[in-house]
């Protein structure tokens, strides 16, 4: 079994070759791939062949309207949006992953007027009396 050629090899190989490494050693003298994907344990990216869903004003409210019936986006379930919305095409890929953004911006919403809420809350000080505002 012959073991690697080293670089001082490698690089008296170049000279008498004219200054072009033989393929073998010039393999070995680049730099390594970046690791891969697979070889630490993510998911490599596959594009969906189905097309991209443009959600239109329309459409949207068709959606609100459905979750709103089934009693708020915590109690909705992709599955029944999808079947009240009844649009032709429209997929549970699409509904669910529309209902995932709504929840998340609905919870965003919610955080950013907790926050400026807090912010506007007045304490006063019970012995001194004086009011000031919570940050």
């Keep these: 079994m012959d073991s690697p050629p080293s670089l001082l090899t490698a690089l008296k190989k170049t000279e008498r070759s004219g ?3 033989p393929p073998r050693e010039e393999a070995q003298l680049r730099h390594p791939s970046p690791p891969t994907a697979a070889r630490h344990g993510v998911r490599p ?7 991209r869903l443009r959600w239109t004003h329309d459409l949207h409210q068709c959606f609100l309207n459905a979750v709103q019936r089934l009693g708020g986006e915590e109690r909705a379930t992709p599955k029944l949006v999808l079947e009240l919305m009844n649009v032709k095409g429209l997929t549970i890929t699409h509904v669910k992953s529309h ?3 709504y929840r ?5 919403q919610m955080m950013q007027e907790y926050a400026v809420g ?3 809350t007045k304490i006063v000080h019970p012995r001194t009396k ?3 505002t919570e940050i």
């Design 19 to 21: 200054g072009r490494f």
């Design 45 to 51: 990216y596959a594009r969906s062949k189905m097309p």
């Design 99 to 101: 209902l995932q953004m």
């Design 104 to 108: 998340s911006m609905k919870h965003e």
């Design 118 to 120: 807090r912010k506007k």
């Design 130 to 132: 004086v009011a000031k």
